[in-house]
Protein backbone atom coordinates (compact mmCIF):
# COMPACT_ATOMS: atom_id res chain seq x y z
CA UNK A 1 0.00 0.00 0.00
CA UNK A 2 2.85 2.13 0.50
CA UNK A 3 3.34 5.23 -1.93
CA UNK A 4 -0.45 4.53 -3.12
CA UNK A 5 -2.24 7.76 -4.49
CA UNK A 6 -6.01 8.43 -2.38
CA UNK A 7 -8.18 10.76 -1.87
CA UNK A 8 -9.70 11.38 0.81
CA UNK A 9 -14.01 10.31 0.48
CA UNK A 10 -15.21 10.37 3.96
CA UNK A 11 -13.54 11.40 7.78
CA UNK A 12 -15.05 8.42 10.21
CA UNK A 13 -17.60 7.71 8.11
CA UNK A 14 -19.11 10.43 7.15
CA UNK A 15 -19.20 13.31 4.66
CA UNK A 16 -19.88 15.88 7.34
CA UNK A 17 -19.16 16.52 11.28
CA UNK A 18 -20.83 16.70 14.23
CA UNK A 19 -22.58 20.37 15.00
CA UNK A 20 -20.26 20.54 17.87
CA UNK A 21 -16.98 19.81 16.21
CA UNK A 22 -14.34 21.87 17.19
CA UNK A 23 -12.48 24.12 13.98
CA UNK A 24 -9.12 22.52 14.54
CA UNK A 25 -10.52 18.88 15.08
CA UNK A 26 -12.58 19.48 11.77
CA UNK A 27 -10.99 17.04 9.54
CA UNK A 28 -14.08 16.64 7.29
CA UNK A 29 -12.68 19.85 5.13
CA UNK A 30 -10.14 17.56 4.01
CA UNK A 31 -12.57 15.41 1.80
CA UNK A 32 -11.94 15.41 -1.79
CA UNK A 33 -7.91 16.36 -1.24
CA UNK A 34 -4.90 14.19 -2.03
CA UNK A 35 -2.46 12.44 -0.39
CA UNK A 36 -0.06 9.51 -0.61
CA UNK A 37 0.19 6.65 1.92
CA UNK A 38 3.54 6.65 3.03
CA UNK A 39 4.25 3.70 5.89
CA UNK A 40 3.88 0.00 5.36
CA UNK A 41 2.19 -0.02 8.71
CA UNK A 42 -1.59 -0.84 9.33
CA UNK A 43 -2.41 0.26 12.98
CA UNK A 44 -6.36 -0.28 13.37
CA UNK A 45 -7.26 -0.43 10.40
CA UNK A 46 -5.69 3.25 9.59
CA UNK A 47 -2.87 3.87 7.27
CA UNK A 48 -0.71 7.16 7.47
CA UNK A 49 -1.46 9.56 4.94
CA UNK A 50 1.18 12.46 3.68
CA UNK A 51 -1.76 15.13 2.27
CA UNK A 52 -0.64 17.31 -0.78
CA UNK A 53 -2.02 20.32 1.31
CA UNK A 54 -0.67 22.03 4.54
CA UNK A 55 -2.72 20.86 7.10
CA UNK A 56 -2.06 24.24 9.04
CA UNK A 57 -3.69 25.96 6.08
CA UNK A 58 -6.86 24.44 7.50
CA UNK A 59 -5.95 25.03 11.10
CA UNK A 60 -5.98 20.85 11.91
CA UNK A 61 -3.82 19.83 14.86
CA UNK A 62 -1.48 17.56 12.95
CA UNK A 63 1.02 16.37 15.48
CA UNK A 64 2.42 13.53 13.60
CA UNK A 65 6.74 13.27 12.96
CA UNK A 66 6.10 13.97 9.53
CA UNK A 67 4.44 17.08 8.89
CA UNK A 68 0.88 16.92 7.16
CA UNK A 69 0.20 13.84 7.52
CA UNK A 70 -2.52 11.97 9.47
CA UNK A 71 -3.71 8.13 9.99
CA UNK A 72 -6.65 8.02 8.32
CA UNK A 73 -8.99 4.91 8.31
CA UNK A 74 -8.81 2.76 4.85
CA UNK A 75 -12.36 2.85 4.47
CA UNK A 76 -12.39 6.63 4.45
CA UNK A 77 -9.56 6.60 1.37
CA UNK A 78 -10.23 6.03 -2.48
CA UNK A 79 -7.66 4.16 -3.94
CA UNK A 80 -6.61 6.48 -7.28
CA UNK A 81 -5.54 4.78 -10.78
CA UNK A 82 -1.87 6.43 -11.27
Given at each position: ?????????????????????????????LIGQKGRIIDDRMINYRVLVLFESNLDDYKLENHNPTKNSLWIKMSDLKIENE
Open positions: MKNRLVTLKSFLGTVTPKKDTLENENYWQ
